[in-house]
């Protein structure tokens, strides 16, 4: 069971060029680096009991195969699919095996940005979307997925 008190897991996934951040446009994207988001969120699940994994990926495949993997093996699910928000059916398609809240989640105010980055291909897929908060974002994405799973 991991580092889990309730039996709870959460499974938090990054999208290509995250393992990047803190590196460049931290007008855009904060200064944090993806670690520290990722050491946050874990504290974040102790703290709640909650077990939480963190898995980082620039290969669409891969991330398609972590999914499918998950199916069944976790209680919810928060996602910065990151390019491939706006291009991946085949993400969209494994989110859909999913059968546990989904947390779609971004640091930028996507619409807020170009044409091409306001179509999300797995906003209609998950439960909710988060965008625009930076960082903090993510803590709200595990409190949100948090609530849905003690509903
Ligand atoms: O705002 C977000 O979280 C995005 O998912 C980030 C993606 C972008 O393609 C989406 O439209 C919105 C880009 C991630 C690039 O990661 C960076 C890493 C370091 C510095 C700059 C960008």
């Known amino acids: ?20 951040l803190g590196t460049r446009e931290p007008e855009i994207y904060g200064s944090k680096t993806l670690d520290e988001i990722n050491d ?66 971004h640091l930028s105010n996507i619409y807020k940005r170009e044409p091409f980055r306001h179509k999300s291909m797995v906003a209609d897929v998950a439960t909710g979307q988060i965008a625009g908060f930076g960082v903090s974002g993510y803590r709200m994405a595990l409190d949100a997925a948090v609530d849905l799973m003690a509903s």
């Open 1 to 20: 069971m991991g580092n889990s008190d309730t039996g709870k897991k959460i499974l938090v996934m990054h999208g290509p060029n995250l393992n990047t």
């Open 40 to 105: 946050d969120l874990k504290k974040q699940g102790k703290k709640l009991g909650i077990d939480v994994e963190t898995f980082q990926s620039n290969h669409e495949g891969d991330i398609v195969d972590k999914i499918q993997a998950s199916v069944g093996n976790i209680d919810a699910f928060i996602i910065n699919p990151a390019a491939y928000t706006h291009t991946s059916i085949a993400i969209r398609d494994a989110v859909l095996l999913l059968e546990v809240p989904v947390i779609e989640i």
